[in-house]
C-alpha cells in the first residue's frame, strides 16, 4: 500500500509540479461543460433521490449516517496526520476512533465530539499540499465533481487506503460511498438549493470556495484567509485610501425604508445633522 | 505595529478543548490526552486593548442573533427582518462593496456606486436573514481575535451544536469613522468577498455594470417576491 501511495506521490509531483499554471483553471470551458452535466445529473436524479431520503428519513438518522462515515473514514485521516507528521492530531483522532467506535456504537453516535475530542480533517491531497505539492488546475470530475489535480489524485489515494474497502467487494465499496453522499446531500438539501439561487455565476462560485476552503485545509486553517501578502492587499486594501475620503459617501446614503433599518438610518442621520452645524458655530 | 507579532501570538488562543474529567476511560488515555491539551491551557495571556472592541461587538451580535432565532413563537418574516436590522448596523457595506468591485469600482459614476451600494447591501442582508434563520440549536463561541495588517482584527467563532457543529466563521473588521463594523466573513477558510468578487469579475468580463447592476436588482426583486407572496399579487 505504501508503494502505490508513493508511486501516486512521485506522479503527482510530476503531472503537477510542471502543470502549475498562474491561472488556476486553464481548463475552464472543459470544467464548464462537465459542471453543467454534474449539474443536470444533479437535478434530475440526485437531487430527487436526496429529497425522497430527507423525506423518509428524521434528521437524527441522518446524523447517526453521517456519523458513521465519518467514523469509517478516520483511519484516512489517521494515516495522513502520520503522513503529515503530526503527533498530536494522531493522538486526538486515536482518543475519536475509540470513543467513537466503542461508546458511540460503531461510530453512529459522535461520543468524540461531545467530550471535546477536536475533529481533525485531512487527506492524501492536504499530504501532498502539506509537503509543498501546489494544487495544480482545477479540475471538474464527471459525476465526483470538484477538484484540483492534486487533490483528484489524492482521492484516488484515499480510496484505495480506506480499510474497510480491503475487505468487502468493490461493488458493496461504491454502495457505500453512494449512501455517504446521497446522505449527505439530503442533509445540504436547502443550502445548495439557495447557494444555487443567490450565485451570480455558480461555477464560479464553487470554484472560488473549493480552492479557498482546499487552501485553508491544507494550512489547517479553516478559521481564516490563507493569503499570500500581496493576495490580502489586493483583496482587502485600496489603491488609494484619499479618494474613498472624497467620495463623502455615508451609510445614510444607502438605507433602504425598511422596517427596522429604517429607523436606525434615521437616527444615524439624526447625529450627523445635529452635531456638524454645531462644530462649525464654534469655528467662528 | 512593533507589537504585532506579540500581539498576534498571545491572542490567539487556540480553543482546544481542555476538559478532562470526562476522560474517564483508561490511565493511558488520559494521560495522551492531558499532554495534547496541554499548550491550550498555557495559552492565557492579556488580550490586546486593540482587539477588545471588535470583539465584544461580535460577543454581543452573536447573543443578539441567537436570541432572535429563539423566538420560535414570532413568523419568521419578522425573525428574518430582525436580523436584517442587525446585520445593516454590523456590516460596512460601502467598503464591503467597494472590495468586491476592485478595480472595476473606479468605473462607476457617483449614482452607479450609491447604487451598487444599496442593492448589494439589501442582496446580502437577505441572504444573511434567510440563512441564518433556519438554525436554532446552536450556540457561537468567540474563541480567539487577531490583529491584521493595517489595523483590521479578525475575530474567530466556532459554532457548537445542529448540524454545523465545529464550522469555523472569522469576521474580518475595520475602524472607519470611529465605528468598527465587519467588512469580510470567513466561512471555513472561504472568504465571502473574495466569493463575490470571482463572480462579479466573471459578470463584467461578458458584460457591463448595468448588467451587474439589473442581475443585482433582479435577484432582490425575486427574493422578495418568494417571501411576499401576498403583496406581490396584490400589487399587479
Redesign the interface.
Known amino acids: 500500500m505504501l508503494a502505490r501511495s508513493l508511486t501516486i506521490w512521485s506522479l503527482a509531483w510530476l503531472a503537477v509540479g510542471c502543470a502549475t499554471p498562474r491561472e488556476p483553471d486553464p481548463w475552464e470551458p472543459m470544467n464548464r461543460r462537465v459542471f453543467a452535466f454534474n449539474e443536470a445529473v444533479d437535478r434530475h436524479a440526485l437531487e430527487p433521490v436526496a429529497r425522497g431520503w430527507d423525506f423518509l428519513l428524521p434528521e437524527v438518522a441522518q446524523t447517526g449516517i453521517q456519523n458513521f462515515f465519518d467514523n469509517l473514514g478516520m483511519p484516512v485521516i489517521l494515516l495522513n496526520d502520520v503522513l503529515q507528521a503530526k503527533p498530536r492530531a494522531v493522538g486526538w483522532d486515536l482518543l475519536r476512533i475509540f470513543y467513537n467506535t466503542t461508546f458511540g456504537l460503531g461510530g453512529f453516535i459522535d461520543v468524540a465530539t461531545r467530550v471535546e475530542i477536536p475533529r481533525n480533517d485531512e487527506d492524501f491531497g492536504q499530504t501532498l499540499g502539506y509537503w509543498g505539492v501546489p494544487p495544480g488546475p482545477y479540475l471538474v470530475v464527471p459525476l465526483l465533481g470538484p477538484y484540483t489535480l492534486r487533490d483528484g489524485a489524492g482521492g484516488v489515494a484515499d480510496a484505495f487506503s480506506a480499510p474497510h474497502s480491503w475487505f468487502i467487494p468493490i461493488w458493496a465499496s461504491v454502495g457505500l460511498t453512494s449512501v455517504d453522499l446521497l446522505n449527505l446531500r439530503a442533509i445540504f438539501l436547502e443550502e445548495i438549493a439557495e447557494n444555487r439561487a443567490d450565485a451570480f455565476d455558480y461555477y464560479v462560485f464553487v470554484r472560488n470556495a473549493y480552492l479557498q476552503n482546499r487552501r485553508a485545509r491544507v494550512a489547517d486553517r479553516t478559521d481564516s484567509t490563507v493569503l499570500e501578502q500581496d493576495e490580502a492587499e489586493d483583496l482587502y486594501y485600496f489603491d488609494d485610501e484619499e479618494e474613498w475620503e472624497d467620495e463623502g459617501l455615508e451609510s445614510g446614503d444607502y438605507d433602504l425604508e425598511e422596517p427596522g433599518a429604517g429607523a436606525d438610518a434615521e437616527a444615524q442621520e439624526g447625529d450627523r445633522v445635529g452635531s456638524e452645524p454645531g462644530e462649525e458655530e464654534v469655528a467662528p | 505595529m512593533i507589537s504585532d507579532e506579540k500581539l498576534d501570538r498571545g491572542d490567539r488562543t487556540d480553543g ?2 481542555a ?1 478532562r474529567r ?2 474517564t ?1 483508561s490511565m493511558l ?1 488520559l494521560v ?2 492531558a ?2 491539551a496541554g499548550p491550550a491551557l498555557a495559552a492565557d495571556e492579556e488580550e490586546p486593548r486593540i482587539t477588545a472592541e471588535p470583539r465584544a461587538i461580535i460577543e454581543d451580535t452573536a447573543g443578539r442573533v441567537v436570541a432572535v432565532l429563539a423566538q420560535k413563537d414570532r413568523p419568521a418574516e419578522e425573525r428574518v ?2 436580523i ?2 442587525i446585520a ?2 454590523i456590516f460596512d ?2 467598503t464591503m462593496s ?2 468586491v468591485l ?2 472595476s469600482w473606479r468605473k462607476l459614476d ?1 449614482e452607479q ?2 447604487e451598487f ?2 442593492e448589494f ?3 446580502l ?1 437577505r ?1 444573511y436573514g ?2 441564518l434563520d ?1 438554525y436554532d440549536q446552536e450556540r457561537v463561541d468567540v474563541y ?1 481575535a ?1 490583529l ?3 489595523d ?1 482584527v ?1 475575530i ?1 467563532t ?1 459554532i457548537v451544536g445542529g ?1 454545523f ?2 464550522a ?3 469576521y ?1 473588521l475595520r475602524k472607519r ?1 470611529e465605528q468598527w463594523r465587519i ?2 466573513v ?1 466561512i ?4 465571502l ?8 469579475a ?2 463584467l468580463n461578458s458584460g457591463t455594470i448595468d448588467d ?1 447592476l439589473s ?1 443585482l436588482r433582479d ?1 432582490n426583486f ?1 427574493v422578495e417576491e418568494e417571501e411576499k407572496p401576498s403583496e406581490a399579487r396584490a400589487q399587479r
Request: proline share 3%; hydrophobic share 30%; charged share 40%.
Open positions: 482546544r478543548p476538559r470526562s476522560l476511560g488515555l495522551w490526552a499532554w495534547i427582518a430582525e436584517e436590522a445593516y448596523e457595506f460601502a467597494r472590495l476592485a478595480r457617483r456606486r450609491v451600494v444599496r447591501k439589501r442582496h442582508s441572504t434567510t440563512r433556519r480567539a487577531q491584521e495588517p493595517r483590521d479578525s474567530r466556532r448540524q457543529d465545529g469555523e466563521i472569522s474580518r469613522n467588512i469580510d470567513v471555513e477558510g472561504v472568504s468577498v473574495s466569493n463575490y468578487r470571482s463572480q462579479f466573471e459578470v451587474l442581475r435577484k425575486e
